[in-house]
């Protein structure tokens, strides 16, 4: 009884502390976007002046939106394309299937910095170039193998015979996808799309190599600003996106459950 009351508060303990390495320095550093000091002295002074210039810093207000609207449109596009993959993969049999599924990994395990420079030099060898349209191009490419892993994994647990009855009473191709394949995939489907959404707005390294003067994204411009020197303004945008993220993951959460029940 002592022995299990022991390793029971032991597991606790672990748990607090685990959970305050990961935690901590993301309260510190939302607690500091509010102190009046740019070096984070104490006393600690409340202050809202950081958020202030945070919206008249027009570069980095712009490297944000350069940032939500290519992830937006990097998760639609991977979403979209990933899981018609992940449906003809699971459908399907033809030559060349178990190579091609094989093919998903390594792209999720080649280093990106790697992957950034094979990508600059294919866009400038086809005359893309370097641009928001070669970061949103790479961010697809870099997203798609985790949309087909995740939907795929959901297809794994998808009974068959749920299709075959509905094709016998009378249901064609697209209403069997419609209505009784993509609603039993649809929490993979989201579990894809914010994949897709966190790789591609956490995207530094690919970005940093396809960006121009101008045309930056978030951590590309957080790291630019943070070789200047650092300022309370990142702390400033960074706590906003922390609580907007969070707040999209409890939403989520609350109104579909990944176990496939809403």
């Known amino acids: 009884m002592a022995t299990t009351r022991i390793l029971e508060w032991l597991g606790r303990f672990y748990i607090v502390l685990l959970l305050g390495f990961l935690y901590l320095p993301i309260i510190i550093m939302a607690a500091m976007s509010f102190n009046a000091s740019p070096f984070y002295q104490l006393p600690f002074e409340w202050t809202t002046d950081w958020y202030a210039s945070l919206w008249q810093n027009d570069q980095l207000i712009a ?7 290519i992830a937006v449109i990097t998760t639609l596009i991977s979403t979209v394309l990933g899981s018609m993959a992940s449906l003809a993969l699971y459908r399907y049999e033809f030559r ?3 190579v091609l599924q094989a093919l998903l990994f390594p792209p999720i395990a080649i280093p990106w910095l790697i992957t950034g420079t094979a990508m600059l030099i294919f866009f400038f060898g086809v005359g893309i170039g370097r641009g928001l349209i070669a970061i949103l191009l790479g961010h697809v490419a870099l997203a798609l193998p985790y949309v087909i892993v995740v939907v795929s994994a959901r297809l794994q647990t998808f009974a068959p015979e749920l299709e075959e009855a509905a094709r016998s009473l009378g249901a064609n191709q697209w209403q069997v996808t419609m209505r009784v394949t993509l609603p039993w995939i649809m929490p993979g489907v989201i579990a894809g799309g914010l994949f897709a959404f966190a790789v591609s707005f956490d995207q530094f390294v690919v970005s940093y190599f396809l960006s121009t003067p101008g045309q930056t994204t978030l951590p590309v411009e957080i790291y630019a600003a943070i070789r200047k020197g650092f300022t309370p303004e990142i702390n400033a945008v960074s706590t906003i996106i922390i609580v907007v993220s969070m707040a999209l993951m409890l939403l989520t959460a609350r109104f579909f459950k ?5």
């Open 96 to 98: 060349g299937k178990k």
């Open 258 to 262: 990944f176990g496939g029940e809403k």
């Open 63 to 69: 490297a944000t939106w350069n940032s939500i609207e």
